[in-house]
């Protein structure tokens, strides 16, 4: 049995989504009920959850002149109080409270409205209520959208510190061919940082925007921060408990050291990184050594862009490989003056540093 205390499960639009396109409300009181029973053992959940959508369509048909943006936009917006409401029900018979939590992707964009969002989380988990998360599909417009519901989960599993992630979707794991294929085989471990392009075919779930190339890439990035990814099939029966006791076939990535909160965050900044800063082969060295090491003047060649204190800026090596992403303890103006200079205070201290897993 695993001890996993605290837990986010990701539950995709194809396990609560029948073939017609409409919502599966049977499997939802299922997995409900297989959420309260991790409760009961006195374990945290956080729930992502997809299916807003398939619940709006049960509803409301969209008028045949609105374009495809505005008619998602309609049913996500009606789906999204069907799809608490089924689950608010759901929880009730166990006696136990859930809550809305709806974010886009300008949430995890800077500390300030990271931290409000952590003390969300911590505050409703503190009294034992079980956060039920989507992507605000309403207001998110392409180019804000996360690639979808895995990399959102991902996101809140790092950010809550989580033992575990369960990405429940509609095949049992990931594949060494194509899963239909009678001859492909079922991966059941795989080893942080291990290289997944060569099994994962792009093919896309029926109804959910993220295939298994978006699952393995997350799931790879969230088990280098010492959080266990779990893939599952999630209309498998007592698939939680089949997961938890080990008993029901799927594929785990294994994590690997826990790395702290704020390495965490940073981890995730990648898209809003101000400055670059190349180094040189010793300061690369260093940096990737067994020692922890800062970033300090004396290895950088060159800054490109601009940045202040606190920002967080891009580290790459003279050929232009990312080596990681950091917080600037000054900015690029001073920086510059202090390009290979010995003796002087680091530009990127060690604790606000994340390496980025290519490197290693």
Same mark, same amino acid.
Request: hydrophobic letters at 40%; one cysteine or more; proline letters at 2%.
């Given at each position: 049995?695993?001890?996993?205390?605290?837990?986010?499960?990701? @539950?995709?639009?194809?396990?609560?989504? #029948?073939?017609?396109?409409?919502?599966?409300?049977? #499997?939802?009181?299922?997995?409900?009920?297989?959420?309260?029973?991790?409760?009961?053992?006195? #374990?945290?959940?956080?729930?992502?959850?997809?299916?807003?959508?398939?619940?709006?369509?049960?509803? &409301?048909?969209?008028?045949?002149?609105?374009?495809?943006?505005?008619?998602?936009?309609?049913?996500?917006?009606?789906?999204?109080?069907?799809?608490?409401?089924?689950?608010?029900?759901?929880?009730?018979?166990?006696?136990?409270?859930?809550?809305?939590?709806?974010?886009?992707?300008?949430?995890? #964009?800077?500390?300030?409205?990271?931290?409000?969002?952590?003390?969300?989380?911590?505050?409703?988990?503190?009294?034992? /209520?079980?956060?039920?998360?989507?992507?605000?599909?309403?207001?998110? +417009?392409?180019?804000?959208?996360?690639?979808?519901?895995?990399?959102?989960?991902?996101?809140?599993?790092?950010?809550?510190?989580?033992?575990?992630?369960? +990405?429940?979707?509609? *095949?049992?794991?990931?594949?060494?061919?194509?899963?239909?294929?009678?001859?492909?085989?079922? @991966?059941?471990? *795989?080893?942080?940082?291990?290289?997944?392009?060569?099994?994962?075919?792009?093919?896309?779930?029926?109804?959910?925007?993220?295939?298994?190339?978006?699952?393995?890439?997350?799931?790879?990035?969230?088990?280098?921060?010492?959080?266990?990814?779990?893939?599952?099939?999630?209309?498998?029966?007592?698939?939680?408990?089949? &997961?938890?006791?080990?008993?029901?076939?799927?594929?785990?990535?294994?994590?690997?050291?826990?790395?702290?909160?704020?390495?965490?965050? @940073?981890?995730?900044?990648?898209?809003?990184?101000?400055?670059?800063?190349?180094?040189?082969?010793?300061?690369?060295?260093?940096?990737?050594?067994?020692?922890?090491?800062?970033?300090?003047?004396?290895?950088?060649?060159?800054?490109?862009?601009?940045?202040?204190?606190?920002?967080? /800026?891009? +580290? /790459?090596?003279?050929?232009?490989?990312?080596?990681?992403?950091? +917080?600037?303890?000054?900015?690029?103006?001073?920086?510059?003056?202090?390009?290979?200079?010995?003796?002087?205070?680091?530009?990127?201290?060690?604790?606000?540093?994340?390496?980025?897993?290519?490197?290693?």
């Amino acid at each position: 049995e695993l001890s996993y205390q605290k837990l986010v499960i990701k @539950i995709g639009s194809n396990v609560l989504t #029948r073939g017609d396109g409409l919502p599966d409300q049977e #499997r939802l009181v299922k997995l409900s009920n297989e959420i309260a029973q991790l409760k009961k053992q006195g #374990r945290q959940v956080v729930l992502v959850s997809s299916g807003a959508v398939a619940a709006g369509k049960s509803l &409301i048909k969209p008028g045949s002149k609105i374009d495809v943006v505005s008619a998602r936009q309609l049913l996500a917006s009606v789906g999204q109080v069907k799809l608490l409401n089924n689950y608010s029900e759901a929880f009730k018979t166990h006696g136990l409270v859930c809550s809305q939590v709806l974010v886009t992707k300008d949430d995890f #964009r800077d500390k300030m409205h990271y931290r409000n969002m952590l003390n969300c989380f911590d505050v409703l988990l503190q009294h034992d /209520i079980i956060p039920i998360v989507n992507e605000n599909d309403v207001i998110s +417009i392409t180019e804000l959208m996360f690639t979808d519901n895995d990399e959102l989960a991902g996101l809140i599993a790092s950010m809550i510190r989580a033992d575990a992630l369960f +990405i429940l979707s509609n *095949v049992a794991g990931l594949f060494d061919g194509d899963p239909s294929a009678e001859q492909s085989k079922l @991966i059941e471990e *795989v080893d942080a940082g291990a290289d997944l392009s060569a099994f994962i075919t792009a093919k896309k779930s029926n109804f959910g925007r993220g295939g298994m190339l978006t699952k393995c890439n997350m799931a790879g990035k969230i088990s280098q921060m010492g959080i266990s990814v779990h893939i599952a099939n999630g209309t498998t029966d007592g698939i939680v408990a089949g &997961i938890m006791n080990g008993k029901v076939r799927h594929t785990r990535f294994l994590p690997r050291k826990a790395i702290s909160g704020t390495k965490g965050w @940073i981890a995730h900044t990648d898209k809003y990184t101000k400055g670059v800063v190349r180094i040189n082969a010793g300061a690369k060295t260093a940096l990737m050594g067994q020692r922890a090491s800062s970033l300090l003047p004396i290895g950088i060649m060159e800054i490109e862009g601009a940045f202040e204190k606190d920002d967080v /800026i891009k +580290i /790459i090596d003279d050929q232009g490989n990312l080596v990681g992403l950091g +917080i600037a303890r000054y900015g690029s103006g001073k920086a510059g003056e202090l390009i290979g200079r010995k003796n002087q205070r680091p530009l990127v201290h060690y604790d606000y540093l994340y390496l980025s897993q290519e490197s290693h």
